[in-house]
């Protein structure tokens, strides 16, 4: 379509002529032979087509946004403005990509200085439909411009977009005047905007009035150390030594790795909790949205560092971290690697693994003729056999990488090593081994002419016939790759036709029958030949039989209130060492879950900070009779009351109008504070201000602990005539949890003040049981 476009053709489709318009200015830069030429020519793309293009419908009302306090208008708040339209969906990785770019653009123009990007989510995914979700997807990407739900993609069809993403540059006026699809625009968006800036602000058609914005702050759940945990991996090297980690997490919304032992407790922090590109201590390193991570040793672990597009190592003995492989820039399409270590960019790494190998194809080595026999070469014939023997048998290092950027699966060599189809491959390299870089769900027998959708979670499955299963998210399918031979296939999901990207739902049944939403995690158990999937946008747990690939969907119940299990968005898997539990990456609920493969039941993985070491308070009495709690949810209430002793003969009073304070804490045996874990307390709080006072609790589930150690603290105001003083004391008792006792068991504590000189002397009476 040329310039020169009819009325009508432009009515029918505008963004057609603008994108036509656009291929010719393209063309045109091209051949430019300095900036000012340049300029000039983009210029002239914009007196030629603003004036006849005409403006793009407003956003339809009743829409739910994200970022503003109140939906934004092109009319209304933007006509005067240049507004970049992001067509995106947050489950696609060229839409990750193209977000810094946005960034980039937006620290160059302020809303101040003219410049409006709004992102127009228009879902591919039924899943993605839901604002809430897309509100943890505008937190977890750390998006600052307006964004909107087009759950019904009505500005997509009326603008006739074809793909994820495409930017649509307005003009004043809401005009459109430029088109970009894909990734890897920043250059041509800058020289965009920068010249619609010059030609407009020469006009004074271009205004400054803020928008009404309102940053999206989502809610974490409460005591939650994590935020958006992503990928996590089990100790493969675990001993249960002292200090060694059990699990290590990926805090991807809080840039950082966290190491735990096996109660939860955090025995390490990597990272700082703001996004960068730094090697270091383990203060000083900083990460960008982490995802997988796989141990190296018991002392070395590696993580993909997605957003800075390489892979770290940390070194636990030394307390390092330093870049493995990636130059900290996204590798370029087509790159098929073959570098060496930090020299080889990578494309997002989603998920690792460590695969170890002897020597492949050794079979297709040229034999060397056999020497003529003789007595006195017989001996080192022997030892020349056993030598390349051990040396067939030894294992070779190989990580392998789920590049999710380029849709590839990726290889680092951290041994020599020969390889499929006798490929030799040196210590350090770094190189793609299957996947043409095309988006699709293409099998076949070479690994570099198959295709893969955003690969984004890896498993191995060893034996004789080794090989990787890969969730391969984009086409929603679970595919496998042949680790003797490089032959890719698909085990359960997706359809038959590589090219249908959208065979997607929830659906258990046999082979490509069987549907899954965008899985992100999976994760293999020998000891039931069963692969377990993070089936992501369907927020379930699935297993796969490997034999006949049927797929079941899990239905786990929790073990504290046997209510059935939720789960938001999980992305990541890990199977115990045991094969007894899976550890489950709960990714929107900011939690860690552990499944009992057994039983079908299902418990929180309490992440928390050690606590400090507990010392008994000062002027503690300690009650000796033992206060009872029925096991199942029974309650148990109690009265106190402090009074001064009347015998005592100095004129001691409680300060009238000052606040009496009081405060209970509840340990357990290893004396952790569990007084809100363990217990929920009815109508009352946990300290108060005013006496006598009463509290009543129930535990919140029924637990193996036999007893508790229960501590009633006082901070009393006195006066003496004109002198007032405080008066400190804790009551300790010990409560006893049975299943014999009554439901509702109440005690009345009265304690009897009386501070002499510098020390206390005080007395405490029960009174009778009131249950």
């Known amino acids: 379509m040329s310039l020169n476009a009819s009325a ?11 994108a036509q318009a656009c291929m010719v200015l393209t063309k045109s830069v091209e051949k430019a032979s300095d900036e000012a030429e340049k300029v000039a020519l983009i210029i002239a793309h914009i007196k030629k087509v603003w004036p006849v293009v005409p403006p793009v419908d407003d956003f339809k009302k009743n829409l739910e946004w994200v970022n503003v306090a109140e939906p934004i208008s092109l009319i209304d708040h933007c006509s005067d403005k240049i507004v970049v339209l992001d067509f995106w969906t947050y489950c696609c990785i060229n839409c990750y990509h193209v977000l810094p770019d946005l960034a980039y653009l937006e620290d160059l123009y302020k809303v101040e200085n003219g410049l409006v990007v709004i992102g127009v989510h228009c879902a591919k995914f039924s899943n993605e439909k839901t604002s809430s979700n897309i509100l943890a997807a505008v937190e977890r990407y750390g998006i600052h411009h307006p964004v909107v739900n087009d759950a019904e993609s ?46 407009f602000n020469s006009v004074n058609k271009i205004s400054t009035a803020p928008l009404p914005m309102a940053p999206a702050k989502h809610i974490k759940a409460k005591n ?78 590696l993580v993909c560092d997605t957003n800075n597009h390489s892979i770290r190592a940390i070194h636990l003995d030394d307390h390092k971290v330093e870049v493995l492989v990636g130059t900290g820039e996204q590798a370029a399409s087509g790159d098929k690697g073959g570098k060496c270590l930090g020299l080889q960019a990578l494309s997002s790494p989603w998920d690792i693994m460590l695969y170890t190998t002897p020597d492949l ?35 070779r290092r190989v990580v392998l990488i789920a590049c999710a950027g380029s849709h590839q699966i990726w290889a680092l060599f951290l041994d020599n090593t020969i390889w499929w189809k006798y490929k030799i491959y040196t210590e350090g390299t770094c190189v793609r081994i299957a996947g043409s870089g095309t988006e699709a769900a293409r099998n076949g027998a070479y690994p570099n002419s198959a295709s893969f959708a955003q690969p984004s979670g890896l498993t191995l499955r060893t034996g004789a016939c080794p090989e990787v299963f890969i969730a391969d998210s984009e086409s929603s399918s679970i595919r496998r790759l042949s680790l003797a031979t490089g032959h890719v296939s698909t085990l359960c999901g997706g359809d038959k036709n590589p090219l249908n990207l959208f065979a997607f739902g929830d659906v258990d049944d046999i082979g490509v029958e069987a549907k ?77 879950k552990i499944l009992n493969l057994a039983k079908y039941v299902c418990q929180e993985f ?142 009345k504590i009265t304690c009897k003040v009386n501070p002499a000189g510098n020390g206390s002397k005080q007395d405490m009476k029960l009174a009778e049981n009131k249950s």
């Open 8 to 18: 009508a053709e432009m009515e029918s489709s505008p963004l057609d002529f603008v």
């Open 154 to 199: 009505a500005m997509w069809e009326a603008l006739g977009i074809k793909c994820w993403p495409t930017l649509v540059i307005l003009g004043p006026g809401a005009k459109p005047v430029f088109v970009l699809t894909g990734e890897g625009n920043r250059t041509e968006l800058e020289w965009y905007v920068e010249s619609l800036f010059e030609y």
């Open 224 to 301: 939650s150390i994590l935020y958006y945990p992503s990928k996590i991996s089990l100790n493969p090297f675990y001993r249960g030594r002292g200090e060694e980690p059990f699990l290590a997490i990926s805090d991807t919304g809080n840039h950082r790795i966290i190491l735990t032992d096996c109660s939860g407790i955090i025995l390490q922090i990597i990272g700082t909790s703001e996004p960068g590109f730094k090697d270091g201590t383990f203060s000083e390193a900083k990460f960008n949205s982490p995802q997988g991570l796989c141990w190296l040793s018991g002392s070395v672990l």
């Open 361 to 395: 194809d050794m079979s297709v080595r040229p034999a060397m003729p056999p020497p003529p026999p003789s007595a006195e070469n017989k001996e080192n014939t022997e030892k020349d056999k056993e030598k390349e023997k051990e040396k067939k048998d030894e294992k």
């Open 516 to 592: 899954l939403q965008h899985p992100l995690g999976v994760a293999y158990c020998e000891a039931n030949k069963t692969l377990y999937v993070a089936d992501t946008y369907n927020n379930k747990i699935k297993k796969v039989d490997i034999g006949p690939q049927k797929v079941t969907t899990l239905t786990p119940s929790m073990i504290e209130s046997t209510d059935p299990a939720t789960f938001n968005e999980p992305s990541g898997l890990s199977v115990s060492l045991d094969h007894k539990y899976l550890y489950i990456a709960d990714t929107n609920n900011h939690s860690i």
């Open 606 to 747: 309490r992440v928390r900070h050690p606590d400090t070491k507990f010392v008994e308070p000062d002027n503690l009495i300690l009650y000796h009779n033992d206060l009872f709690i029925n096991r199942r949810h029974g309650n148990l209430v109690i009265y106190f009351a402090v009074s001064l002793d009347n015998d005592y003969k100095r004129n001691i009073k409680f300060t009238a109008g000052a606040p009496q304070h009081w405060s209970l804490c509840i340990r357990d045996e290893h004396n952790i504070d569990v007084t809100l874990e363990d217990f929920e307390f009815i109508g009352c709080a946990t300290k108060g201000t005013t006496l006598p006072g009463r509290v009543e609790m129930t535990l919140k589930r029924r637990t193996e602990n036999t007893h508790y150690r229960l501590y009633l603290s006082f901070n009393t105001a006195l006066c003496e005539g004109n002198v007032c003083f405080a008066h400190s004391f804790t009551i300790r008792s010990t409560v006893l949890v049975r299943d014999s006792v009554k439901m509702l068991e109440s005690y």
